[in-house]
């Protein structure tokens, strides 16, 4: 199937009640997994870079970063029969963020979440505008998560929830594809002191006053198997903690269309390959050696598909 437009893929979410993962990678394993799993649920699939991704894919050069992540997804896109997007992740960096259109992103996001209403609306409407032209569609996000964002810190939690009447008016100023409204959550695998809430209710209002396909940042579970089994082979978690999967499936039925993935995929590579390695010690080809753990990212990435509703979507 073509490598295609997310707007494509989360307008149909937004129709038929259901959503999409947006999941992060690095390098060719995490895609090799992304891809798999999603054949395998006949699911659409969103892949997400980071600004640091692109670099890192780069060796610095962001350019040549974004033109190896649209070629390596585009190629596999071409040969599976399944929807597949790629996608900026908090784009804050003009200049990567249109190296990345340029290269032939599906889509990015503008993060000016920082940023005052007015600015965050002046910044977001310069890339819809740049973007829309060369048929790359773009998120934003209103109010602001706590936690880690790309390795720079967020501060404070109930004063950056998202304004449901600012959003109203952000989406028709904008004219942004979809919405990552801040509804509690937050970024890394330590999202929560106590007991893991989501502001449904405002959630709900932001759905109903725009109608846009909405984002979930910071929505990784952290799932307790997978923490066991990286401390079991020395990992350090104490203390990590997500959204607990029942409700992200709630988050869905109030409007959220696309749930972001990345902690749980790292925890799961991680936790397999230590495994690995400590029951082969002898091992050095990393052919061998990633393949287990690649496997459990694609077990981690089906149960997601099957939790958000968007197996047998594709």
Same mark, same amino acid.
């Given at each position: ?23 992060? +990678? ?7 997994? +992304? ?10 699939? /969103? ?7 692109? =670099?890192?894919?780069?060796?610095? @050069? ?22 597949? #997007? *790629? ?13 990345? /259109? ?5 889509? %990015?996001?503008? &993060?000016? #979440? ?19 032209? *060369?048929? %790359? ?18 501060? #404070?939690?109930?004063?950056?929830? %998202? &304004?449901? &009447? ?32 989501? @502001?449904?209710?405002r959630l709900k209002k932001v759905k109903d006053l725009t ?10 579970? %952290?799932?307790? &198997? ?19 999967g029942e409700i992200l499936a709630e988050s869905v039925k109030?409007?959220?269309? =696309?749930?972001?993935? @990345?902690t749980d995929l790292r925890m799961a590579f991680i936790a ?35 939790? *958000? ?6």
């Amino acid at each position: 199937m073509p490598y295609v437009n997310t707007k494509e893929i989360l307008e149909r979410a937004n129709k038929e009640f259901y959503a999409v993962p947006a999941l992060n +990678i690095n390098n060719l394993e995490f895609l090799q997994a +992304i891809i798999d799993a999603g054949v395998e649920e006949h699911s659409p699939v /969103i892949i997400e870079t980071s600004e640091g991704a692109i =670099k890192y894919a780069g060796n610095g @050069d962001i350019k040549l970063g974004a033109k190896l992540f649209v070629s390596m997804v585009e190629s596999y896109a071409r040969n599976v029969d399944i929807p597949v #997007s *790629l996608h900026v992740d908090h784009g804050k960096n003009f200049k990567i963020i249109m190296a990345a /259109i340029q290269a032939g992103y599906s889509s %990015v996001m503008i &993060d000016a #979440s920082e940023f005052p209403f007015e600015k965050n609306v002046a910044e977001t409407k310069k890339i819809v505008e740049i973007a829309h032209s *060369l048929g %790359v569609s773009v998120e934003a996000e209103l109010g602001r998560l706590v936690g880690i964002e790309d390795n720079v810190a967020v501060e #404070s939690h109930e004063a950056a929830l %998202v &304004d449901p &009447d600012e959003a109203k008016l952000f989406a028709e100023e904008t004219g942004v594809d979809f919405l990552a409204p801040a509804i509690g959550t937050s970024h890394g695998a330590f999202k929560f002191k106590g007991e893991a809430r989501l @502001d449904f209710a405002r959630l709900k209002k932001v759905k109903d006053l725009t109608g846009l396909p909405l984002v979930l940042h910071g929505a990784s579970s %952290v799932p307790e &198997d997978i923490k066991k089994l990286a401390e079991t082979y020395g990992a350090d978690f104490k203390g990590a903690k997500g959204v607990p999967g029942e409700i992200l499936a709630e988050s869905v039925k109030f409007g959220i269309n =696309k749930v972001n993935t @990345d902690t749980d995929l790292r925890m799961a590579f991680i936790a397999s390959l230590r495994e690995f390695l400590s029951k082969n010690p002898g091992e050095f080809d990393p052919r061998k050696y990633f393949k287990t753990p690649k496997e459990l990212v694609k077990n981690v990435i089906r149960e997601r598909l099957r939790l *958000l509703g968007c197996s047998n979507k594709a």
